[in-house]
């Protein structure tokens, strides 16, 4: 590196930037020499180096060019570098000057501002990185060993306790209270993803993070987690049970207790979502995440032929799919969070802004069934009545108090931090708009397109179709089939139709981030 760098035209560039003399495609190569100047040679960035890099945010002149997003983000990555890798007091105003214009901020610009800010998080492993052994085999055993487990030592189940079936669970009761219960795979694949369930619970028995999230206790026998039964299971069992290979733990009271049951008690309602936020705010600052709080799709029938599976990306803002139903059980209940085989350790830094703006889309989903399930009949189902409006059943109050507790939760838990002001986000004009979306059920169609017919069987074609209602099946690879699965939020193949929600999320998990950022870095001075 030359002790006497050429600074002379880096200083052109931020001469001409700060003075709006150059057209898109000049800006942007500009931006990209500062950026390069700046990493190369970090002790000659000036004041004047930040002031030409924010007035490419300050001028309205690129606001409608095509290729504006890559723009914007250059500036700010380029500032966002800085203002993570060097030390003086100019540098230190670039975060918090950043965070101001982002609230200020719409649409390509709000949007680079938001995953420049996401950089901030770093890429360290989670402080209790787990290790799940691969290609554990399952202990054969008996379920009336396995029962022994629910009692007191030396004590056997009761003559009143009863089996029943709850999805691919197998529940034991006795009268109302929840003794155990038997988690079965349903693929070779699900057998390790079974296994990190009870490995993750036992991690959290350990390391959990709050009190009031009460998490199963996994059963290990002679150091294995993992079981298979090898007698014969109750009546009643679904049939994709794969070879009686399960985990078996014993729940806390509340664990399939859902928020939006029909006449869920809004206490028990607000319980479950603050607490749930607050500990995935604490798991998300080590490093650790929830992969699958609600199964969240941009199209279904897709999950086999698209490379993310059709699964919902919100910083794309396409369309959501079938959003009731993603919201009928989700993976929190009044004792907490649930469902740990989706608990996964943080891969890239991205990961804190996405799987932020993840939680807080799916407690907003959540909360909008809590209203809608007052009356699940009221719904729209096919092309007599597609747009049955419920905006009735909801409470602008109690949601807007919902969702700004959720925010100010998570905000706790991931920055320890007692100040959340939600002002800024004007959480009572979304909720207007939410309302609005969520209760008139006019997006009910989806497409079955001929490639994706054509990659069923005939056998899979009919039941994908029966299953959503049809009973007369067309043929096969001749034609799209038109289908009212909704509802969904916004039309099929297009963007959602709630912008303002994903310009929420974008504000709300970049300033998580950048908080996070700041106070780890002032416990470090």
């Known amino acids: 590196m030359s002790l006497s760098p050429p600074s002379s035209a880096r200083i052109r560039e931020e001469h001409l930037l700060i003075n709006h003399c150059l ?8 931006v990209k020499y500062i950026s390069q100047h700046a990493a190369d040679y970090p002790f000659t960035v000036t004041q004047h180096t930040l002031d030409a890099l924010f007035s490419v945010f300050e001028t309205a002149r690129f606001k409608k060019a095509k290729q504006a997003f890559f723009l914007y983000h250059e ?3 380029t500032l966002v570098d800085m203002g993570r890798e060097m030390e003086n007091d ?18 390509n610009r709000l949007r680079a501002l938001s995953q420049a800010l996401g950089r901030l998080a770093d890429n360290s492993p989670a402080q209790h990185s787990l290790s799940v052994p691969n290609n554990v085999m399952p202990l054969n055993i008996d379920l009336s060993h396995l029962a022994e487990k629910f009692t007191a030592t030396g004590e ?26 038997i988690k079965f795979a349903t693929t070779q694949d699900n057998i390790t993803e079974i296994h990190r369930e009870a490995v993750w619970m036992e991690w959290f028995s350990k390391n959990f993070i709050e009190s009031v999230n009460h998490v199963p206790k996994p059963i290990c026998i002679q150091g294995r987690y993992l079981f ?60 650790v995440f929830h992969t699958a709080l609600i199964p969240l799709f941009h199209n279904r029938v897709q999950q086999g032929r698209r490379n993310d599976n059709g699964r919902y990306l919100w910083e794309h803002a396409g369309r959501l799919d079938q959003w009731l139903n993603s919201s009928r059980f989700p993976n929190f209940a009044a004792s907490g969070l649930r469902d740990f085989e989706h ?32 009356a699940p009949h009221r719904r729209g189902t096919d092309n007599t009545r597609p747009y049955v409006n419920t905006r009735d059943l909801f409470c602008p109050d109690l949601f807007e108090s919902l969702l700004t507790g959720v925010c100010e939760h998570y905000f706790k838990g991931l920055t320890q931090s007692e100040t959340f002001d939600p002002t800024p986000f004007n959480i009572p004009a979304l909720v207007e ?16 397109r001929v490639q994706d017919q054509l990659a069923m069987d005939d056998e899979q074609f009919e039941k994908f179709l029966t299953d959503r209602g049809l009973s007369s099946i067309p043929a096969k690879g001749k034609e799209e089939i038109i289908l009212f699965t909704g509802p969904h939020l916004g039309e099929f ?3 959602i139709s709630i912008p303002e929600l994903i310009a929420f999320l974008f504000k709300f998990s970049a300033i998580c981030v950048s908080t996070y950022f700041l106070k780890k870095g002032s416990s470090h001075i």
């Not at 918090?96 to 649409?107: A, H, Q, R």
């Not at 029943?164 to 006795?174: D, E, F, Y």
């Not at 664990?255 to 479950?272: F, M, R, T, V």
């Not at 979306?437 to 079955?448: A, I, P, R, S, W």
Request: aromatic content about 10%; proline content about 4%; charged content about 20%.
């Open 90 to 107: 100019i540098i230190r105003t670039i975060v918090p000057k950043l965070m101001s214009l982002l609230m200020k901020s719409s649409g």
């Open 433 to 448: 708009i939410l309302i609005e979306k969520m209760g008139f059920d006019e997006h009910m169609q989806e497409t079955l």
């Open 228 to 287: 298979s039964i090898t007698d014969e299971l109750p009546k009643g069992g679904p049939e994709t049970l794969y070879r009686s290979v399960c985990i078996v733990f014993i729940p806390y009271p509340g664990y399939y207790e859902y928020p939006n049951l029909k006449g869920a008690d809004w206490k028990q309602i607000q319980s479950s979502f603050f607490k749930s936020a607050l500990a995935l705010g604490r798991l998300s600052s080590q490093g």
């Open 493 to 495: 193949n297009q963007s």
């Open 23 to 30: 057209d898109f495609s000049a800006a942007y190569m500009g």
């Open 75 to 77: 500036a700010a990555c």
């Open 343 to 374: 608990i996964a350790c943080q891969a890239k830094p991205l990961d804190l802004e996405h799987y932020t703006g993840e939680y807080l889309l799916s407690f907003i989903l959540v909360a909008g069934s809590c209203f809608r399930n007052k």
């Open 156 to 181: 056997s189940l009761s003559a009143d306790a009863q089996w029943t079936w709850k999805g691919r669970s197998l529940i034991v009761r006795a009268g109302i209270k929840i003794l155990g219960v």
